[in-house]
Each structure stands twice: as structure tokens, then as C-alpha cells.
């Protein structure tokens, strides 16, 4: 079974604000841009035309991934509001 496949297979209880944000000023001075490809997700998409940074919230792991690899330190990471977030299954 591969990533994609398990990742289809959690539940996520989307709640109505993002537990993730980040200053896109700062994410136009990174030219790594990390968090775009760390995540398993795939949560972060870079916008260069807009200069902007997206944030697909309902799809995180909660592993913090994003957080430890961002060279900027400009990742606001926390667990989302009880209730809301992943939902892991066995199996």
C-alpha cells in the first residue's frame, strides 16, 4: 500500500478556523520553500504569482513536520480544537 493510498483511508473533522498559518512576506524570502514538499500531506502550495502561500488545514497530519523543516521558523503550527483534526484508524 502506498502513502496515497493510506492517507485515503483517515478521517478528518475539518473545523472552521486553521490551526496553520505562516507570514507569506517571509515565505517570499525563502527560497526553499520546504513546507511545500516536507508535508505528506501536500497542505502548502506556493502561489508565485500571487506571492502567496495556501493552506489546505483540513488535510493535516498533525505531525508538526512542517514546523521542524521550515528554515524561516515562519510556520504558527498547534493542535487544532478539541473535537476537530485527523482521525486515525488501525489498519
Do not use: Q
Not at 68 to 77: F, G, L, Q, T, V
Request: charge should be positive.
Amino acid at each position: 500500500m502506498n502513502i496515497n493510498e493510506k492517507l485515503s483511508l483517515l478521517k478528518y473533522n475539518k473545523g472552521n478556523e486553521s490551526h496553520l498559518s505562516v507570514d507569506d512576506d517571509v515565505c517570499m524570502r525563502c527560497s526553499k520553500k520546504y513546507c511545500t514538499y516536507i508535508c505528506p500531506a501536500d497542505v502548502y502550495e506556493w502561489n508565485d504569482k500571487k506571492c502567496t502561500m495556501t493552506i489546505r488545514y483540513e488535510n493535516c497530519l498533525e505531525c508538526g513536520a512542517c514546523k521542524i523543516a521550515c528554515e524561516k521558523n515562519n510556520i504558527s503550527w498547534c493542535y487544532p480544537n478539541a473535537g476537530f483534526g485527523v482521525k486515525f484508524k488501525n489498519g
